[in-house]
């Protein structure tokens, strides 16, 4: 049963083998603090270089330690030793669910199993990026497991193991860690089993203490911290994600399991099942705390917002979820299987699309890497300028050892300027617009990334053109290359769109690019585009003024025409329109390039 909840965790996913990067900045976060212990030897350096955070070094070093044995302490292995942690983690944790719910009662365990890869858990789009909290969903299920046989045996050699295995979890991060301690503290005091709490709460402490850097200056700030962001700790977003995780994705009779579970858990359940239930809802007060009541509890306020105290009830979730469908077994077998089954089924289909558009939104696959250590062997220990966020050039002082400086204006800092043109965002955009260096020499191109030398002018190479060559149609649905500049492409939620067939590219700033090249002339230009009422928008081509237009409908899809000639060779279409903004986005469908007719 094990075996087949592991294969089914891959079929949901069918992904297997793509690098652990996406456009926001946690796994380069996480990465280059195991470049920083992979180069210096040690958990305990002081100072970064001026392109990593200075974060870094305060922050827990236990996944990182661990990447870097993976990665056998070379930094061009650090994004595979990443990846093969984040792949054992997806295999094993069903079977880590299975052994916390075993220990309960064997059905439990079973559903739990089947339950981690078909319920909305909220890492399906977010977790991927936050990986050391992915490794602690593991960490903490076997101190659950290890909690359920001290309990049980009494010893102290698996108290002894407990403690060891909570404090690495509060090495890997404190947050699931304090949650832990909360499982532990509900579970012993109704089996009236201190002493079990006691030891592993003493040994785990003293495992954070002592291997943590800054672990006191951790402690205290725990106590003082209540952290709050008005985008995540609203009424809005709390009702969203109970409702995308027990409403939504097909999940509607596992949340009606996973209510069961925590009313007949509190009921008539074990000092377990109490404890786990008591557990989520402590993460629910903790939400509605930040939500409502502002009101400070040392290190449970710590935790940032309600979106991460949220995703501490990950591995919960599925073992709560199959104590309700226990309880449902126990009165009707048949009854439960239904609820198993026709659940799996209907949540399958929502799923494969949320790991669709996580995985499609990465920036790194095996190619990209190549063309970092390209760049690298170009480069040498010449100084790259990159975006520093939303690129894969970030990457290139980790995976190899070429220095990098933050693009700005001044771009005499470098001599050799890397982009990305793949449309990585969110609700801003990638900082560097590729038209504004079409004069300088293109030293190296794939596939959307560019090395530029600053000091020497040129044309576009063969290579440019052939990928962003089209022969009269530019169509978002079809290829996202062609929009290079002010386009949310590659992002969560633009890539679930585009999956489910929305045609539109999005974008939410005041101007935008779309480069093409053509081997033949035409006489027109059509753009299919949709924008708010009333809005204005000036085109250009090659920089020259074209047409302003005023969207007549409340994004509906127009029609502008431009008459304009366009000659065999690279060109570009640039939008403008003030204020345009995420809340206030222009979409565009479609790009023709036409001849007039007889």
Known sequence: ???????????????????????????????????MIISTGTVYFSHVPGYFSAQIIKYPPGYHALIALLSGFKGENIIY???????????????????????????????????????????????????????????????????????????????IMLGITSGIMAVVHPYQYILFQATAFFTTILSKNRK????QLILSASVFLVFT???????????????????????????????????????????????????????????IEKGLSLSFLLIIFMML?????????????????????????????????????????????????????????????????EHLASESSYLLDPEVVDFIKEVSRIAGNETVMTACEFDSGRWIPILTETPIVCYSKNISEARYLYVDTRGAGEIEVYPINIVNFLDRRVVLFRD??????????????????SYYHTNGTISYIKDT??????????????????????????????????????SESFDRIEIRISGKKGRALEIYLDGEFIKRYEFKTEYGDERIVLKVRVDPGMHYLILYSPNTTYKIPIGVKEIMLKREGP
Do not use: C
Request: proline residues 4%; aromatic residues 16%.
């Open 481 to 518: 290359k062609w929009f290079v500049y002010g386009w949310v492409n590659k992002n969560y939620a633009t890539m679930k769109l585009r999956l489910k067939g929305f045609p539109y590219a999005i974008m939410i700033v005041n101007t935008s690019s779309i480069l093409f090249s053509t």
């Open 289 to 353: 705390d930040k939500t409502y009541l502002n009101i400070r509890i040392p290190y449970l306020s710590a935790v940032w917002n309600s979106e991460r105290a949220f995703m501490l009830t990950t591995p919960l979730i599925p073992i709560l979820e199959g104590i309700g469908l226990n309880y449902i077994f126990k009165v009707k077998k048949e009854l439960a299987a239904i609820f198993l089954v026709v659940g799996m089924m209907i949540s399958y289909p929502y799923l494969r699309i």
């Open 81 to 159: 030793g990443m990846n093969s942690l984040r792949i054992f983690e997806i295999l094993y944790l069903p079977a880590l669910a299975y052994l916390v719910g075993r220990e309960i009662r064997r059905e439990i365990g079973i559903f739990a199993a089947l339950l981690t890869n078909f319920s909305a858990l909220y890492y399906y789009f977010v977790q991927y990026a936050l990986l050391p909290a992915f490794t602690n969903y593991m960490i903490f299920l076997l101190s659950v497991y290890f909690l359920e046989v001290a309990m049980r045996d009494r010893g102290i050699k698996i108290s």
């Open 448 to 465: 959307g990334l560019w090395l530029l030398d600053l000091n020497k002018h040129g044309k576009p190479t063969g290579d440019v053109l």
């Open 1 to 35: 049963m094990i075996a087949i909840s592991s294969l089914l965790g891959l079929v949901v996913r069918s992904f297997y083998f793509l690098l652990p990067d996406y456009r926001a900045a946690d796994t380069w976060f996480h990465a280059s603090k195991v470049k």
């Open 196 to 199: 079990v709490f006691l030891t």
């Open 213 to 271: 850097p800054f672990s006191t200056e951790y402690a205290v700030k725990g106590i003082l911290m209540n952290p709050r962001f008005s985008n995540k700790d609203n009424p809005n977003f709390l009702i969203s994600i109970l409702r995308y995780s027990f409403v939504d994705n097909g999940q509607i009779l596992f949340g009606l399991s996973l209510i069961l579970a925590l009313i007949l858990s509190l009921m008539r359940g074990g000092s």
